[in-house]
Nanobody, 120 residues
Framework: QVQLVESGGGSVQVGGSLRLTCVVS????????MGWFRQAPGKEREFVTD????????SYVESVKGRFTISRDNARNSVYLQMNNLQPEDTAVYYC?????????????WGQGTQVTVSS
């Protein structure tokens, strides 16, 4: 059974940084894209970023470009999200996501989420 566990969330002030970690168990990360999503209070879950199977391609929602960086370490079965220059609108629960199929970006497995709160 595939399980995803996020960590690294917390409360920071505007302009601060956080690094989220997602550890995957139940299968190898090889051949699987990975993604991060977030859900702010009263809003729908939205795509933030994802990374290709080999790490060579990353995609970002426009609002985080230049501030967030996704990376992966397949040997550690882990995916990371470095978040810099955090803004109040980044406040949300952040979820790690994995697809069921290799070479797919249809995300079907989700972690429990980690809260990120940015205050001014």
């Amino acid at each position: 059974q595939v399980q995803l566990v996020e960590s690294g969330g917390g409360s920071v002030q505007v302009g601060g940084s956080l690094r989220l970690t997602c550890v995957v168990s139940g299968r190898t990360l090889n051949n699987y894209a990975m993604g991060w999503f977030r859900q702010a209070p009263g809003k729908e879950r939205e795509f933030v970023t994802d990374i290709s199977e080999n790490g060579f391609r990353q995609s970002y929602v426009e609002s985080v470009k230049g501030r967030f960086t996704i990376s992966r370490d397949n040997a550690r079965n882990s995916v990371y999200l470095q978040m810099n220059n955090l803004q109040p609108e980044d406040t949300a629960v952040y979820y790690c996501a994995a697809p069921r199929l290799a070479f797919s970006t249809e995300y079907t497995f989700w972690g429990q989420g980690t809260q990120v709160t940015v205050s001014s």
